[in-house]
């Protein structure tokens, strides 16, 4: 009985998390759909002025430019904000937004109104960081509250900040200092810093302190990586990927550093917790601390979601890789462009019809 009970509570909540991942696409003839684990609804005859993916809601700005969001179930529309709607941020299941003036934010399932004077704001997969001019502060809204990370006077430019998917960076120009938010707390990580070099990753930042060291800051506390700057840097989900002064690839990633190139690569990219680089031509990745090449070619389109790596290869057929795994998603070329919805992949048929890819399994929609 109680294993009854368990293999009930697995289903229910497999099946809760599969809701959670929808698709939208606009068809040729304008149709507005959205796919939802093997079913499609049309939700509009006419194409969206704008589509906001992420996860969970589908968030669109209809053709009156009003923010609207469709609802897990795809037949409860509802509408988030009339219009004027200007800038609009998503990350993850947040979505951020400014209407005039005030800033508002849609998190589980209710408009927050954050700010009635706001000027640049960020979004992060769960939090909103924005000036609130009226009160002349620097703020974050995490977990439903509204915390001060900072008070910011009236100085030119507003205030200096990047943020990673939880994680907040401000640099106090006036006073030098470098203040992180994270997870409801603020730490100071430099009170000598004039410039700020810094980049701000999930549960990790990395950063050049005032005698041009360069710092990672994670669960462990905090590491010196070098005792000189890198030429570049970029933060991800629990990894640093930099160039040191000799022009190499290193990687940091659970405490540890390893070095992927003997020269500078072409490129490099950290996207959540994967990075991407071009050595040689060949285009790598890194895994489990070695470098491994996908391509002997660097891929017209490429996309990163989580660990897995997502490109057009010389055929223009979709392959993708997952811990150094790659298989091919479709069994033919000459496909335009395609789109990642989480684990799903959204791409065109040949006919204007729709493929929707998951877990082996491909969908169609005419």
């Known amino acids: 009985m109680i294993r009854a009970l368990q293999l009930l509570f697995l289903i229910a909540l497999a099946s809760h998390g599969r809701a959670q991942q929808l698709v939208p696409f606009s068809m040729p003839d304008g149709r507005f759909v959205a796919w939802d684990q093997g079913r499609f609804e049309v939700l509009a005859e006419q194409a969206p002025r704008a589509i906001y993916p992420g996860a969970g809601p589908v968030v669109f700005l209809d053709h009156q430019e009003g923010l609207m969001a469709v609802e897990d179930e795809l037949r409860k529309v509802r509408s988030l904000q009339r219009p004027p709607v200007d800038t609009v941020l998503r990350s993850g299941r947040l979505v ?73 960076l401000f640099h106090d120009r006036s006073a030098g200092r470098l203040v992180l938010f994270h997870r409801g707390g603020l730490h100071l990580l430099c009170d000598d810093c004039p410039n700020a070099r ?35 840097f970029q933060a ?68 990163v979601h989580g660990g897995t790596i997502t490109w057009l290869d010389l055929d223009r057929g979709i392959r993708r890789s997952t811990g150094g795994r790659v298989v091919r998603l479709t069994k033919d070329g000459a496909y335009p462009w395609f789109e990642v919805h989480g684990q799903a992949v959204l791409f065109p048929g040949h006919r204007g019809e729709r493929f929707i890819w998951q877990d082996g399994r491909t969908d169609v929609f005419y």
């Not at 589980?108 to 769960?126: E, I, K, M, Y």
């Not at 950063?207 to 570049?232: C, K, N």
């Not at 940091?252 to 991407?276: C, I």
């Open 96 to 168: 951020a937004w400014r209407s005039g003036d005030s800033l508002k934010v849609h998190a589980g399932g209710r408009v927050h109104v954050l700010a009635g004077q706001a000027g640049r704001f960020t979004v992060g997969d769960s939090l909103v960081v924005f000036h609130d001019k009226a009160d002349a502060q620097l703020k974050v809204w995490w977990r439903g509250g509204v915390q001060v990370v900072a008070e910011v006077g009236r100085e030119a430019g507003g205030p200096q900040w990047v943020n990673g998917s939880n994680t907040l």
């Open 198 to 232: 810094v980049a701000a990753g999930g549960d990790l930042v990395a950063y050049v302190d005032g005698q041009d060291r360069f710092q990672v800051w994670d669960h462990r506390g905090v590491q010196e990586l070098s005792g000189a700057p890198p030429r570049q």
């Open 236 to 303: 991800g989900l629990g990894l640093v990927g930099f160039t040191d002064l000799a022009g190499r690839l290193r990687v940091y990633r659970d405490g540890e550093v390893v070095t992927l190139t003997d020269t500078m690569p072409s490129m490099f990219r950290v996207s959540d917790s994967t990075l991407v680089f071009v050595e040689r031509g060949a285009w790598r990745t890194e895994v489990g601390g070695s470098s491994l090449t996908l391509s002997e070619h660097i891929p017209e389109q490429w996309e």
